[in-house]
């Protein structure tokens, strides 16, 4: 995305320069050997038990056929001179012999030993002398049914290029709709970006960030009203709770342990989770029927974000009452939220973070099925303010030095073990195609999630639709939660828990919406009802009121003279009250 706009009548905009916007570059500068700063998928593939072809030969070809649709994957990052900004992205024809490699597996390996080798690989850094993606080609898998060749492939892409949906889209550019694939047009549109001289990149480097501080200052009115709008919000916050209290109560539920309504701002209990993450990874996975869930999740009125939550706050309750220690407060996730404008396919990052509290300190399922969703309908409540508070671009002169040189010294002093933890878990839910998708011929079976642990959040879970299933990714800091596999299997022990679960019902809409009717008083024997109109009953309503409010104001007259002595105690009283 580019920034020119504010500052055309200074200077031509240079299409050769692409400065990465303050979000994107956030990323780079963010990243340690601890903290890698890609994301990417475990995907297994199926080819007929007739081929005899390799495998990896054939995804180079394939991946050579698409690089034209995937801009993404052929451009590279150059640092700006002394590193005084972001960095900018210049045209590079990746060398395909070094960024899709081949790994062989001990003969009949399965899921186990592709999890294990995910672990052993998602620590190492992308070279950054080259376009920031690599996939890993692995055979030496047990055949499938009818002795089907099996393959698989680890991809990796920084979080500086794409986001969840950006990796979809480029998912889309890269993925076929059958085996036998389709042409595409080799035709390169667009200028080339290459490398300037370094006067030609501090002045477009000048210029691009006096347009965003241009930027930023005409979006101050509209940030100091959306803060403004939420604190007002804050005020009926109390009445919305009680009322969807009231409403989960009628549902014979409760909002809550105690049917108390539900807030998202308090901090996270602190567990073994926050924490210094090291270098260690440990990856495991599972899918859930998509029909299965989908069909389960109507039955309680409850979206599939909403369903991915209430399955991942049972898992975690299980787990962690299992290896300890459960906290006794509600376990909160931190949730990434698009901001991405439907159809837009920008290789970048356009989202922000909100957090969602799980109720895993309620045993009763159903009670913390309530709870979750009433989380997240507060969460939903705010997301659109917290959308246009979040921008995807920033000035940063000199960000770069503070960025990375504060990320080292928060790293070395463990700051994450001492600070206040905000988030337990990071839970992500992308959507995904829901149609089978093939690459080099092959047939993909499943699209597992891989995604970013960071310090004082040492685990996260990445679900993605893909064709019949929700597929879950789950990856941790391999020091803090090394029996991640066995969270995974409590994944489906939770899900199974939530298809038991009794229908919600609805109340009726009148129990809610009417006040409860006062039978009318019967006339006295002899006596005519009398029938008052509207014009009456509010002019005798509103005499009613003004009697009480004149009954409830004491007149000077009716107000006892004090005596000598109240007079000569009442200082004493007034400093006592002090």
Sequence with gaps: MEHYTSIDAIRPPDRRMKQLPGLDASFLHLETPQMPMHVGALHN????????????????????????????????????????SNPTWIDAEPDLEAHV?????????????????????????????????????????????????????????????????????????????????????????GKVRRELGMADMLRNVLGNQLG??????????????????????????????????????????????KGKSVSNLALAPRMRLNVTVSEARAFASISLPLAAINATRRKHKASLNDAVLIVCSGALRRHFLKHGPLPRKSMVAGVPISTRAKGD???????????????????????????????????????????????????????????????????KARVADRLPA?????????????????????????????????HGVALNITVQTYNESLEFGLIACGKAMPEIAELARQVQAAFDEFQALPATVEAPPAVVASAPKVAAKKPAPGKKPVAKKPAAKKAARAAATKKVVKAAKPSAKSVPKATPRARASAPKKKAARR
């Design 45 to 84: 593939f199926e080819l007929p038990a007739s081929y005899r072809g390799d495998f990896l030969a054939d995804m180079r070809r394939h991946m050579a056929a698409r690089l034209v649709l995937a801009p993404a994957l052929r451009q590279r990052l150059v640092k700006m001179p002394l590193n005084l």
């Design 101 to 189: 490699v081949g790994i062989t597996l001990p003969k009949g390996s399965g899921q186990a030993e592709l999890e294990a080798q995910v672990g052993r690989l998602h620590p190492v850094l992308l070279d950054r002398s080259r376009p920031l993606w690599k996939f890993h080609v692995f055979d030496g898998l047990a055949d499938g049914p009818g002795g089907a060749r099996r393959y698989a492939m680890y991809t990796q892409l920084h979080h500086a290029a794409v986001d969840g949906q950006a990796a979809v889209a480029l998912g889309q550019a890269i993925l076929d709709l059958g085996p036998e694939g389709r042409e595409v047009d080799q035709q390169r549109s």
């Design 212 to 257: 965003l501080v241009v930027d930023a200052m005409k979006a101050i009115p509209g940030t100091v009203g959306v803060l403004s709008q939420m604190a007002t919000q804050k005020v009926g916050a109390t009445v919305g709770g009680t009322v969807a209290a009231l409403a989960s109560r009628l549902r014979g539920q409760g909002a809550g342990a």
């Design 345 to 411: 396919t920008a290789s970048n990052n356009q989202a922000t973070m909100t957090i969602v509290s799980l109720g895993t300190h309620i045993a009763d399922p159903a009670k913390r099925l309530a709870h979750v969703l009433a989380a997240t309908a507060a969460m939903k409540a705010n997301m659109g303010a917290m959308k246009s508070l979040m921008p995807i671009d920033f000035p940063s002169l000199g960000v770069p030095w503070l960025m990375e040189g504060l990320s080292a010294l928060y790293e």
């Design 422 to 454: 905000i988030a337990n878990v990071t839970i992500s839910n992308v959507p995904g195609p829901t149609v089978p998708l093939y690459m080099a011929g092959a047939k993909m079976l499943t699209n597992y999630p891989t995604s970013i642990v960071v």
